[in-house]
């Protein structure tokens, strides 16, 4: 049997007193219906994982969640489980008491289902990209970049990611200053072949 992992004991001594029994709780149900499962840290959160990822939980300010990796593929006929919306939520919603859990031998039948589709090797349906339409460059923008040849020059060799990332950057600005200044700067970046989020990039 895997052995616990201390930093998800850390996680659990950190959490707010509330979600303490909850994250015992869930922790325990995990390993009576899976003993194999491996425990880890996954993007702070504590998560299982059999055969692949299985399932994960997390505590925060005045909630927890617990979500199961392939919650689309789990059969459901009551509608329990909820598909993920957001980084706070899960496929319970928003946990603030035990009371909020389903009966403990639901919660280990959703915990079997989701190790069988990781036995068979079942994969998560790839989601389609649908790409993003192409923004069109404001005419004050265009008259500035006319004035700028080596800003022109590079902008117009950029791939279209890059493009719109300064495009949504100017246009967004709530104030005709703000959006003056960030064109400024964007044509002083632009003109040096630098993308729009440079400073972040890698050297």
């Given at each position: 049997m895997p052995k616990p992992d201390k930093r998800i004991d850390a996680m659990i001594a950190k959490s707010a007193d509330f979600a303490k029994p909850i994250l015992i709780h869930l922790r325990k149900l995990v390993h009576i219906a899976c003993?194999?499962?491996?425990e880890t840290i996954k993007w702070s959160f504590g998560a299982f994982e059999y055969k692949g990822p299985l399932c994960g939980m997390a505590s925060f300010k005045q909630h927890c969640t617990f979500g199961?990796?392939?919650?689309?593929?789990?059969?459901?006929?009551?509608g329990i489980l909820q598909e993920k919306k957001d980084d706070a939520s899960g496929s319970f919603g928003r946990i603030t008491s035990l009371k909020d859990l389903p009966a403990d031998k639901v919660i280990i039948g959703f915990i079997?289902?989701?190790?069988?589709?990781?036995?068979?090797?079942?994969?998560?349906?790839?989601?389609k990209i649908v790409p993003k339409k192409p923004i069109p460059v404001p005419d004050?923008?265009?008259?500035a970049?006319?004035?700028?040849?080596?800003?022109?020059?590079?902008?117009?060799?950029?791939?279209?990611?890059?493009?719109r990332e300064y495009l949504e950057w100017i246009t967004e600005a709530k104030t005709e200053e703000t959006r003056l200044?960030?064109?400024?700067?964007?044509l002083e970046w632009i003109a040096e072949g630098k993308g729009r989020n440079w400073k972040y990039q890698r050297k």
């Open positions: 003993p194999d499962v491996e199961f990796w392939k919650v689309t593929l789990i059969p459901d006929p009551k079997k289902a989701a190790m069988k589709l990781n036995e068979e090797g079942v994969k998560l349906p790839a989601k004050y923008f265009t008259k970049l006319l004035k700028n040849k080596k800003a022109a020059a590079a902008f117009e060799a950029f791939s279209p990611a890059h493009k200044k960030r064109q400024a700067t964007a």
